[in-house]
């Protein structure tokens, strides 16, 4: 959907978040009797840190106007890394770029249990607002306005999967017209 051009655009440095880190890996709980209900808090926890990190990474491809060394890769694979990677290379091939950054307020809607040949997965319901978040001219650094029929703040799902020791990948990134 044309809507979700997820550009993080600006060459000024100093607007540009710092490279993200390797997510780190699910920690076991302390206690031995751990419920089954705590540890998914805990992994719920963990996949809203790795969305969070996702969504750095994307604000620094986005700004640069190239995935080269922001680091999406770490996050993201499959679908959601070709999304990423199509919306940056489309930026970039406008004379596009991204300023400022995002918002976003994201929730687990579904979580399922890693279980014997199957890993844990998540889907994250997440209300984005790209109001802070402008497209600029890479050349004159000019804001380029939304089309009128396209929503600052809208909804975004997005599946991702526990790939144990390497963290959570997000899978799937799905933007919706639904405001939110």
Excluded at 38 to 61: G, M, P
Excluded at 83 to 90: A, H, L, P, T, W
Excluded at 148 to 154: I, T
């Amino acid at each position: 959907m044309a809507v979700f051009t997820l550009s993080a655009c600006s060459e000024n440095k100093k607007d540009a978040p710092s490279s993200p880190k390797e997510p780190a890996p699910l920690s076991p709980s302390k206690s031995s009797s751990a419920s089954a209900g705590s540890e998914e808090e805990i992994a719920k926890t963990e996949v809203l840190r790795a969305y969070d990190k996702f969504w750095d990474a994307q604000v620094a491809a986005y700004q640069k106007g190239s995935m080269k060394g922001a680091g999406v890769e770490r996050y993201a694979t499959a679908k959601a890394l070709a999304f990423v990677d199509e919306g940056v290379r489309s930026m970039a091939k406008e004379g596009n770029r991204k300023r400022g950054k995002p918002s976003h307020k994201a929730t687990v809607s579904k979580f399922t249990a890693r279980k014997p040949g199957s890993a844990a997965t998540a889907t994250i319901s997440d209300c984005l607002d790209t109001s802070s978040w402008k497209t600029v001219k890479k050349d004159s650094g000019k804001v380029v306005p939304l089309p009128s029929d396209v929503p600052s703040r809208f909804t975004v799902t997005t599946k991702a999967e526990d790939w144990g020791k390497r963290g959570w990948r997000m899978l799937e990134v799905t933007p919706t017209a639904r405001k939110c």
